[in-house]
């Protein structure tokens, strides 16, 4: 079966460095992704990666993917008010999707 | 684009009473899927329909759980009778193709349902 853990919290200066942990067990995994859920919405696909890269850029996004040690994280550059959120991580196998629990980012000022 | 449209956003329903959510997915994705989230958790999966067949409903407790598609389009989930537990956030997405290459989902906003 598929199990993804992330850390639950984080708390960052505006301005800072984001750096969300997730990890995964299914080596089979042929996606990785990380979605935003703000406050009262449905979840917003920040990006993904495909299994056979180690790092994908967009804008202020870094995804850093570790297939050995099942290890994903997302780097969320010059952190803004408005990146406070949970961040899930998912995993694809087969044809379904398996989240996390989220991490909840606080941005303080 | 619309998104994907879900309704209602908020219920609340005393227990064993019936409850339907229904949901529009992003017009040419023929991939829907109705998801569960509890509270402090990430979605869980309890149905997916390629077009009008829902090829994945293993997680769809059947017993008070319900959902179909007719004419591979819109969707409604139901649920008859109603628990405490049930109380939950149902999200909706929709994809191209669950086999097209990142198959990139697009989730509807949710329906937060109460049961008192």
């Known amino acids: 079966g598929e199990d993804v853990e992330q850390s639950l919290f984080l708390s960052v200066r505006e301005g800072d460095s984001s750096v969300i942990n997730c990890t995964y067990t299914?080596?089979?995994?042929?996606?990785l992704y990380w979605y935003k859920q703000e406050p009262g919405a449905g979840l917003q696909l920040l990006t993904y990666i495909f299994s056979n890269m180690d790092m994908k850029q967009d804008q202020r996004l870094t995804v850093l993917l570790n297939k050995k040690d099942k290890h994903l994280s997302l780097r969320i550059a010059d952190t803004q008010t408005g990146d406070s959120a949970i961040y899930f991580c998912a995993e694809r196998y087969d044809y379904k999707l398996s989240f996390g629990a989220g991490t909840t980012v606080t941005v303080r000022a | 684009e619309a998104g994907v449209v879900q309704s209602p956003r908020y219920k609340i329903i005393e227990k064993k009473q019936p409850v339907a959510f229904w949901c529009n997915p992003i017009s040419g994705h023929n991939t829907l899927y109705w998801y569960r989230q509890n509270l402090g958790q990430g979605p869980e999966l309890l149905i997916r329909y390629e077009n009008e067949e829902a090829v994945d409903d293993s997680q769809l407790p059947k017993d008070r759980f319900s959902a179909e598609r007719l004419k591979g389009v819109d969707s409604t989930l139901k649920i008859q009778p109603a628990e405490l537990g049930d109380s939950a956030v149902y999200l909706c997405?929709?994809?191209?193709?669950?086999?097209?290459?990142?198959?990139?989902?697009?989730f509807g906003a949710g329906s937060r349902l109460t049961v008192l």
């Open positions: 997405a929709s994809s191209l193709r669950a086999n097209s290459g990142a198959n990139v989902l697009t």
């Open positions: 299914d080596s089979s995994s042929t996606y």
